[in-house]
């Protein structure tokens, strides 16, 4: 088992940045692909980001390439969501996801495991 819990979410204004952590516990997350999805008021949950187990690999939606990035610490089980440029159309609960396979996350949108979500909101 793995128990992701996340941080760092908040009120933000349009324009400025947050920075998400996803603390595992239970396991190393060495050996899981990691991800972050969100889910806004009324909406279905969609992908936004993940990281291969090493990090060498980094995928992303198109709605934040370019503004989010995704890391990992393997040695700390973290992993981080940098974002920046934020847009009011971000505002979501975000949740953390992990899984052993890349295809879970990023084509089919399902984990494993997932932690309870750390709202973000960002005020135009």
């Known amino acids: 088992q793995v128990q992701l819990v996340e941080s760092g979410g908040g009120l933000v204004q349009a324009g400025g940045s947050l920075r998400l952590s996803c603390a595992a516990s239970?396991?190393?997350?060495?050996?899981?692909?990691m991800g972050w999805f969100r889910q806004a008021p009324g909406k279905e949950r969609e992908f936004v980001a993940a990281?291969?187990?090493?990090?060498?690999?980094?995928y992303y939606s198109d709605s934040v390439k370019g503004r989010f990035t995704i890391s990992r610490d393997n040695a700390k089980n973290t992993v981080y969501l940098q974002m920046n440029s934020l847009k009011p159309e971000d505002t979501a609960v975000y949740y953390c996801?992990?899984?052993?396979?890349?295809?879970?996350?990023?084509?089919?949108?399902?984990?494993?495991?997932w932690g309870q979500g750390t709202q973000v909101t960002v005020s135009s």
């Open positions: 996801a992990a899984d052993p396979l890349t295809n879970t996350i990023v084509v089919s949108s399902r984990a494993r495991y």
């Open positions: 239970g396991r190393t997350i060495s050996s899981y692909v």
């Open positions: 990281i291969s187990w090493k990090g060498g690999s980094t």
